[in-house]
Every structure is written in C-alpha cells, then in structure tokens.
T-cell receptor
Framework: NAGVTQTPKFQVLKTGQSMTLQCAQD?????MSWYRQDPGMGLRLIHY???????DQGEVPNGYNVSRSTTEDFPLRLLSAAPSQTSVYFC?????????????FGEGSRLTVL | EDKVVQSPLSLVVHEGDTVTLNCSYE??????LLWYKQEKKAPTFLFML????IEKKSGRLSSILDKKELFSILNITATQTGDSAVYLC?????????FGKGTRLHILP
C-alpha cells in the first residue's frame, strides 16, 4: 500500500530558485494538505484542499502556491525560494477530515535553501 | 486568530511513571480536538474528541475534552521507553487543522 507519497525526500536549492514538491495519494481521499515543520514549532498549515479544484490558505501561505487538478495529486510550488523556507514539509490526506480527524501523512521532504 | 497551546513543551520521566499532557485551544467554529504521536518521521493519529467529558482510551493512553474550559488532556499510564515521542495536539475548524507546538516526552529506563 503506497498511501501518501512525497517526492523528493531531500532537496537543496539556492535562493531565488523555484521547485515543486510532489504529493500523491492512492486512497481516494478528498482532503489534502501541506504542513511545514521547524524545530520547536510543531506543524504549521500552508495550504489545504477539500477536493479537486478547491484550495484554501492555511496559517503560513506566503511564498507557496498549490493547485488540485485531480483527487490524487496536490503539488506545492515554491516560486522563489528563500532561506526562511528551509524546513521539513509534510503532505497529508484524509477521507473526511472534519468527520474522522485522521490525517495520513507522507514521510516528509527536507528542503534546504542556501 | 486560532490558537492551540500545549504544555509542558518538554518532559522527562522515568519508566513506569504516569504523565499528563495539556492542550488548550481558542478556535472559532470548533469542530474537534485531535491528538497525534510523532516519533522519528511522520505523525500518527491517536484520538479525535468532539464531546465534553467522554474519555477516549487506547491501551495505556486516554484523553478527555472540556469544551467549556477549552482544553484537553492526554494521559499515559505506566510509561515505557517506546512512549518517547513528540505528542501533538490539533484543532479542527471547518477542515482547517491547526497544530500546537507539541510536547516532547522522554522516558528514562
């Protein structure tokens, strides 16, 4: 069972470069979200989506774009990377987040911006 | 602004002790309170609480919600070294799930 798959697992960027973190799930979940985790900060919500074609901002959306063209995929785009975006990024999905509360997380993507 | 505050941020106890982790929240349109455990990698789901006063239990872990006072506690009895982890509390408001900073629990053998 694949579950939630994130790629790449590690990435080093230079300031100003752009990149996309990929997230795919094979559980037919409507709800998907992106978090970043920094030391001592817990998980902070970047963007989330309750279904294909619908996205919304979380707590820290600046500097990140998302789209949801299919149920399975929810890519996170960094248009012009900054050192402050150095973090571990987690993608998560849920069948009905509001009903079950159970998010299924990917293994994380560690991004370093120099 | 929605807030989820956990305390303590860090806790060290000996194996066999009982611990209580705290979570307070200020959230409009509150729907549920969630607990997760994070070991080395991704968080894993423990409990969802929606009603006050009803205890959720799984083995040595239990949790309860107080919607009047806006807090929840997570109890772990007879702790084991395998309970060492970061415990995360989160609130669900209109499908927006916001986490606290977590409590880092370390169990000494």
């Amino acid at each position: 069972n694949a579950g939630v798959t994130q790629t790449p697992k590690f990435q080093v960027l230079k300031t100003g470069q752009s990149m996309t973190l990929q997230c795919a799930q094979d559980m037919n979940h409507e709800y998907m979200s992106w978090y970043r985790q920094d030391p001592g900060m817990g998980l902070r919500l970047i963007h989330y989506s309750v279904g294909a074609g619908i996205t919304d901002q979380g707590e820290v959306p600046n500097g990140y774009n998302v789209s949801r063209s299919t149920t399975e995929d929810f890519p996170l785009r960094l248009l012009s990377a900054a050192p402050s975006q150095t973090s571990v990024y987690f993608c998560a999905s849920s069948y009905l987040a509001g009903v079950t509360g159970e998010l299924f997380f990917g293994e994380g993507s560690r991004l370093t911006v120099l | 602004e929605d807030k989820v505050v956990q305390s303590p941020l860090s806790l060290v106890v000996h194996e066999g002790d009982t611990v209580t982790l705290n979570c307070s929240y200020e959230v409009t349109n509150f729907r549920s309170l969630l607990w997760y455990k994070q070991e080395k990698k991704a968080p894993t789901f423990l409990f969802m609480l929606t009603s006050s006063g009803i205890e959720k239990k799984s083995g040595r872990l239990s949790s309860i919600l107080d919607k009047k006072e806006l807090f929840s506690i997570l109890n772990i009895t007879a702790t084991q070294t395998g309970d060492s982890a970061v415990y995360l509390c989160a609130s669900n408001r209109d499908d927006k799930i916001i986490f606290g900073k977590g409590t880092r629990l370390h169990i000494l053998p």
